[in-house]
């Protein structure tokens, strides 16, 4: 497979969920997934590939806020430890964006080899 298309850099963070030892209370963190599993972290950046989805914006009132979403279909290197429990962290130019995944992994295969996934990924703006 050619890297040409998987232009962009993201990194794909996974929910841990914890309890506050002075309150008791519940907290949740985003903990980055790495590119090997092992003792020793290699890196935590994938590169991909990422298309707007059409139509590229719907908007909604979620508690009298008025909130946009856009969503966008991200295609990656197969890996077979992701799930829509998790986030994407894109790193751009500027300041990092993150999405939600809400549907996928849709697997690419080329040649009886699953090569590549597919998941679609939304945004909120408000």
């Known amino acids: 497979m050619r890297a040409g298309s998987l232009d962009r850099q993201i990194t794909v963070e996974r929910k841990v969920a914890g309890q506050d030892a002075v309150y008791g209370a519940e907290t949740v963190s985003w903990v980055p ?3 090997e ?7 935590e950046r994938f590169w991909c590939e990422l298309q707007d989805a059409l139509p590229s914006r719907s ?3 979620m508690q009298g806020l008025a909130v946009a979403r856009s969503q966008s279909r991200l295609r990656m290197r ?9 986030r994407v962290r894109l790193h751009g130019d500027g300041a990092d ?6 549907s996928g992994p849709a ?3 080329k040649d009886g080899r699953k090569t590549l996934m597919e998941f679609v990924i939304e945004r909120y703006t408000s």
């Open 37 to 43: 599993t092992g003792s020793t972290t290699v890196g």
């Open 97 to 102: 964006v993150i999405y939600q995944i809400v």
């Open 59 to 61: 908007e909604a009132v």
């Open 78 to 86: 197969y890996r077979d430890d992701m799930d829509t429990s998790m």
């Open 33 to 35: 997934l790495v590119l």
């Open 107 to 109: 697997n690419v295969m």
